[in-house]
Each structure stands twice: as structure tokens, then as C-alpha cells.
Nanobody, 125 residues
Framework: EVQLVESGGGLVQPGGSLRLSCVAS????????MAWFRQAPGKEREGVAV????????YYADSVKGRFTISQDNAKNTIYLQMSSLKPEDTAMYYC??????????????????WGQGTQVTVGS
């Protein structure tokens, strides 16, 4: 059974940091691209960052470049999203996803095969 389990969300003040984790199981981790998406109420799901676990290549949405960092730990079948300089507009449910083939551009939700249940990130005072 494929599972993607996110954790690490919470409430943080503007300018603060959070680290999200996603543990994958039930498929060959190193054969998939792993990504983070987010969805705010009333908005479409938006790609945030993707990492190609086979070679470590990364791609970020313009909205998070320089503030967010995606990383992987192959030994733990886990990806992370380190989020810094958080803004109120970063508030959303954050989802982990896996794709066998992303195509280009790589953050189109329809190209992803597996999804987690999400973890809520709220930026505010």
C-alpha cells in the first residue's frame, strides 16, 4: 500500500520558519520525483517545489524561491520542505506528492500519481 505521510505543519508568525516532512512507503522512492504542493481555501492547488530523488535536481515555484528549500533523505524515504521568511500568503494545506514522470513544467498536479493527506500551515499572529 502506497502511503505519503506529512507532518510538521502549525501556526507560525510572519517571518518565522517551519520544516515539513513527508515519509513515503509502498513504492520505490528513488524512482519517483517527490514534490510539495499547497492549496489555500478557494484557490487552486499550487506546486511549490519538486526534487528528483534519483539525482537530487530541484525546481521551485517563483513564489518560494530563496525562501523554501526541498531536500531528501533516501535512507529514510523522506523529503523535507524547509520554509523560512514565511508570509501570510503562504498559509495553506501543504501536500506531499510523488510522480513517476513529471514532464515539463514539473509542478502540474495532474502528473502526480500519489498524494498525502496534507498538513496545515498557518502564518499569522
Amino acid at each position: 500500500e502506497v502511503q505519503l505521510v506529512e507532518s510538521g505543519g502549525g501556526l507560525v508568525q510572519p517571518g518565522g520558519s517551519l520544516r515539513l516532512s513527508c515519509v513515503a512507503s509502498g513504492f520505490t522512492f528513488s524512482s519517483y520525483a517527490m514534490a510539495w504542493f499547497r492549496q489555500a481555501p478557494g484557490k487552486e492547488r499550487e506546486g511549490v517545489a519538486v526534487i528528483y530523488t534519483a539525482n537530487g535536481s530541484k525546481y521551485y515555484a517563483d513564489s518560494v524561491k530563496g525562501r523554501f528549500t526541498i531536500s531528501q533523505d533516501n535512507a529514510k524515504n523522506t523529503i523535507y520542505l524547509q520554509m523560512s521568511s514565511l508570509k501570510p500568503e503562504d498559509t495553506a494545506m501543504y501536500y506531499c506528492a510523488a510522480a513517476g514522470l513529471t514532464g515539463w513544467p514539473p509542478l502540474r498536479p495532474g502528473r502526480y500519481d500519489y498524494w498525502g493527506q496534507g498538513t496545515q500551515v498557518t502564518v499569522g499572529s
